[in-house]
Structures are given as C-alpha cells and as structure tokens.
C-alpha cells in the first residue's frame, strides 16, 4: 500500500535505533509522508543506506551516527539536526535491545541494566535533549514499545521491564511536558513482519523441519485478523501521532496487533 503524502509534509523527524528492520521503514516513510529525517544509530554504513534511500524520494537526510546512551554523543546528535534544519517537528524513540529470553531467575542483572540504560535512559536523554527544539515547534514524541506490556509470557521477563518502564516514562513526560506544547505518545507492535522476523521464521523452519509459511499461519492464529502488522503498519501507526492529525492525544499507548492483544 502505498502512502499518501502529507502528513509530515516540510517537517523535520528525529529517529533513533535506524537499523535494517523498523528504523529503515520509519525513515522511508516519514520521507514518503513529506519529512525530512534525522537518523541516528551507532553504525555509519547503515546510516548512508537509508539516507540515500530518503533522497531518493526528493528529500534530506541527514545520518549522525550516535550511541543514545551517552550524553556527548547524544548531545551532539541534537546540534547537528538544529543546526542542519533548523527545526525539529517530532522526535521517534525506537532504539531498543533483544531481550534476554531467559527466565528472570536466571536473567544476569547486568543485561537487565543495559537494557534499561538504551530502552529507557535513552529516549529520556534524547527526549531531554530535544526538549527546546520541540517546544519551539510543539511537537511530538513518539516511543516505541512492545505487546509485551500486555502479556506475562515466561523468558520475556527482562523486556517487560524495560518496556513498562518505558510506558510508565512516556506517561509522565507527557504530563510534564504538555504545558509546553509537546505531545508524548507510544506505538505498541506485535510480531512485524519485516525482513528480521522473515528471517527468523527461516531459522525456526529449518530447525524444526516446518516451513516459513506454517510458522506464520501459526503465530498469525491468535490474532483477530489472522495475520501479523507489516513494518510499514507500524510506522503509519507512528506517524500518524507524529503528525498534526494526533493534535489532541498525548499521553496515549497505540497497540498495533492485528488483535491479538485487546487494550
């Protein structure tokens, strides 16, 4: 489906955690939509492939490679966006870890903790950090969270944590900083089917002498629609709140499922 630009037309969106799965979509569709993207993550040679890929569809991009969880790099991310474009609109969180998948009686602390430093800490750096920017815009915040929040499934423990902790964030931020303008929001996915949950499907087929198809129609069974979100769902989903037709929600989790949670 293809998408209909406007929306984020002549605006400027931060995204962080651009990697080969959510992050590339979300910057090709913010540009689909009419923004112009400021793309961070830790690796330059990723970073040089969605922007080429946002210039293509006729607007800029700028790639600032970053580690979120530290306070120069972070810092320097925001110099470089105000400087480059002068404005920033909407600022996506979507930087995350893969979970332990352990239970969390055998989870080691320190895993628990870093998580929690990019998940969490993270987006409240960059959030903190971009807070003059958006207020001078009032703009938005979007977070990326998980349909972990609403289910206590065994070896997800550990990424609960961080992701509640998440919630719980983007709750308070939007109280404190509505005042100022900006509104704070969070995009709940389920399973994405992208190229990364595509390729793990692969891998468990192979293992388990099954197919990609049997797996998807398996895993698709619990939802209402009986299929999984695409990538390009989910960044719809956030777009939507990034842009001026969210004006009035703040404060507010999307789950994007297909169903398989209710909330």
């Not at 009419?34 to 922007?51: H, I, K, M, Y």
């Not at 404005?87 to 893969?98: D, E, M, Q, T, W």
């Not at 602390?109 to 409240?124: C, K, N, P, Y």
Request: proline share 4%; net charge negative; aromatic share 4%.
């Amino acid at each position: 489906m293809s998408a209909p630009a406007g929306l984020l037309r002549d605006r400027v969106v931060v995204i962080s955690g651009v990697g080969p799965g959510l992050g590339r979509t979300l910057a090709v569709r913010c540009a689909e939509h009419g923004a112009d993207v400021v793309l961070a993550a830790r690796t330059r040679e990723r970073l040089d492939e969605v922007a080429a890929e946002v210039t293509a569809l006729g607007r800029r991009a700028l790639g600032v490679p970053t580690d979120i969880t530290d306070d120069e790099s972070a810092a320097a991310l925001v110099a470089a966006a105000v400087e480059e474009f002068g404005a920033v609109h909407a600022l996506v969180n979507n930087a995350f870890s893969i979970p332990s998948m352990k239970p969390l009686a055998r989870t080691d602390f320190q895993h628990i903790r870093d998580s929690v430093e990019l998940t969490v800490l993270g987006a409240l750096r960059l959030t903190q950090l971009f807070t003059p920017a958006l207020s001078d815009s009032k703009g938005a915040v979007v977070n990326l969270n998980s349909m972990v929040l609403r289910h206590s499934q065994e070896r997800y423990g550990s990424y609960k944590i961080a992701k509640s902790a998440l919630l719980s964030l983007s709750q308070s931020l939007a109280t404190e900083l509505g005042p100022r303008g900006i509104r704070v929001n969070s995009v709940a996915p389920g399973h994405i089917w992208g190229p990364i949950l595509q390729g793990y499907f692969e891998h468990q087929a192979g293992k388990y002498g099954t197919t990609v198809e049997q797996i998807y129609e398996h895993t698709a069974a619990a939802s209402d629609l009986r299929r999984l979100p695409t990538t390009e769902e989910i960044a719809d989903a956030v777009i939507f709140l990034a842009s001026p037709m969210a004006s009035a929600i703040t404060g507010q989790c999307l789950d994007v499922n297909c169903g398989e949670f209710h909330h």
